[in-house]
């Protein structure tokens, strides 16, 4: 009985949070039903260029793609043309959009072809040509040994990212590196509101870094697989213990990789949420129009609106 109390107390709250249902999330464009598994999405502040990662069925490809429109229509997707063999994911465009963050193994420098761990890279855009500039490694002290995935940056620079550390408090973990005198400072970890001894990854600050979306794996709480939560900052400037998005934000599939639109009030995210059901054919057209456009368990970019009370 109390597991049923508790069930509907986060249903009712999730409903209050989000306002939503399931027929508000919708995939972001048809555009991208041509790839097998879309996810990492930001879009510009005048919401005519994204961008976001294109993987194989098993992602041991991925690449970075951008999405331009032109009046009401998107255009055709382009790869970005510093993607070459090595793995391009978890793009972020910068506050003031001139300088776009994303992961890769690629190697240091031109030579040699080994790739390395992954690291958080940059290209800044020159405005005059309108043109990404050559790969620019973040480097020392956001960098490591280890593996550094997944960058979002507040209006001040300050960084986060998701690390697995043997430092952490469990698999992976969410950090932080303050922006102070021209450059960033050594990672910290985020308090126990945020991480645990699972999985915390794919986080994303608001511009003025007072609340924090991100996803806890195979929570207690939470409705099965990954989930969307959020955290704010409290009167005292510390994260307060975040809080499942819940239905219909989230399911028992996996929901990963949030950007948050602030000045339109819309949530964009990946999920690998399914609704095929079986049924009759007329044509192989019609079969794989519905599998390629439906909800169909493979990575897509969903997007919805959401208000965010700030505290």
């Not at 049923?4 to 039903?33: P, R």
């Not at 126990?192 to 699972?198: A, V």
């Not at 990954?226 to 307060?240: P, Q, V």
């Amino acid at each position: 009985m109390k597991q049923i109390i508790l069930l509907l107390a986060l249903i009712l709250f999730s409903n209050l949070l989000s306002g939503q249902s399931e027929n508000d999330i919708t995939t972001f464009s048809k555009k991208l039903d041509q790839f097998y598994n879309v996810r990492d999405f930001c879009i510009s502040k005048n919401g005519n260029e994204a961008y976001f990662t294109i993987q194989s069925p098993s992602a041991e490809i991925s690449k970075i793609v951008t999405l331009k429109k032109e009046g009401n229509q998107w255009l055709e997707p382009k790869l970005l043309p510093f993607c070459d063999e090595f793995m391009y994911l978890e793009p972020f465009l910068y506050p003031d959009q001139n300088r776009l963050f994303f992961v890769s193994d690629r190697p240091l420098d031109d030579t040699t072809k080994q790739k390395k761990d992954f690291d958080i890279w940059y290209v800044d855009k020159d405005t005059k040509n309108n043109s990404w500039s050559k790969p620019k490694n973040l480097g020392k002290p956001v960098n490591s040994s280890l593996d550094e995935f997944y960058p979002t940056v507040s209006s001040n620079n300050n960084l986060y990212f998701t690390m697995a550390s043997p430092d952490g408090l469990g698999k992976d973990d969410i950090y932080f590196c303050e922006w102070k005198l021209g450059a960033y400072q050594p990672p910290v970890i985020l308090n126990e509101n945020i991480n645990s001894d699972g999985y915390e990854f794919n986080a994303f600050v608001s511009k003025n870094e007072d609340f924090l979306l991100f996803t806890k794996y195979n929570t207690a709480d939470g409705q099965g697989s990954g989930d969307l939560y959020i955290s704010k900052k409290d009167k005292n400037n510390n994260w307060a213990k975040a809080t499942n998005l819940g239905l219909p934000i989230n399911t028992k599939y996996m929901e990963y990789c949030p950007f948050y639109d602030e000045e339109n009030q819309k949530l964009y995210f990946t999920s690998k949420r399914k609704n095929l059901k079986p049924q009759e054919f007329k044509t192989v057209l019609d079969f794989t129009n519905y599998v390629k456009e439906s909800k169909n368990g493979l990575s897509k970019i969903y997007v919805t609106t959401l208000k965010i009370l700030k505290n």
